[in-house]
């Protein structure tokens, strides 16, 4: 039913800032809460940033709260990941996922429905 896009990622130093992007197909993305999640090499996938259907509510990990800030355009079906004052335990694989019911902002994987292919961030040193 959704289909998840990420772009955005690439290589940066630390310190400095990306913005990813994902865009979504359909015409009921306000109904899924949307959220970021991200994998490093060996580790498990973990949970970053999610927003709620109307972008009225947000919630972050304590590891990025204060340098990351979550957002979306339902106009462009598209959610955003701004992404500052980057540091190299940053570096992994971010995916978007979306989920209903879109009020309610976990931060556990499997309760979400649809995934992005995900986009490699990697910050240097």
């Known amino acids: 039913q959704v289909q998840l896009v990420e772009s955005g990622g690439g290589l940066v130093q630390a310190g400095g800032s990306l913005r990813l992007s994902c865009a979504a197909s359909?015409?009921?993305?306000?109904?899924?809460?949307m959220g970021w999640f991200r994998q490093a090499p060996g580790k498990e996938r973990e949970f970053v940033a999610v927003?709620?259907?109307?972008?009225?509510?947000?919630y972050y990990a304590n590891s990025v709260k204060g340098r990351f800030t979550i957002s979306r355009d339902n106009a462009k079906n598209t959610v955003y990941l701004q992404m500052n004052s980057l540091k190299p335990d940053d570096t992994g694989v971010y995916y978007c996922?979306?989920?209903?019911?879109?009020?309610?902002?976990?931060?556990?994987?499997?309760?979400?429905?649809?995934w992005g292919q995900g986009t490699q961030v990697t910050v240097s040193s």
């Open positions: 359909g015409r009921t993305f306000s109904s899924y809460a």
């Open positions: 996922a979306a989920r209903t019911p879109s009020g309610l902002l976990t931060t556990t994987p499997r309760l979400y429905d649809y």
């Open positions: 927003i709620n259907g109307g972008g009225s509510s947000t």
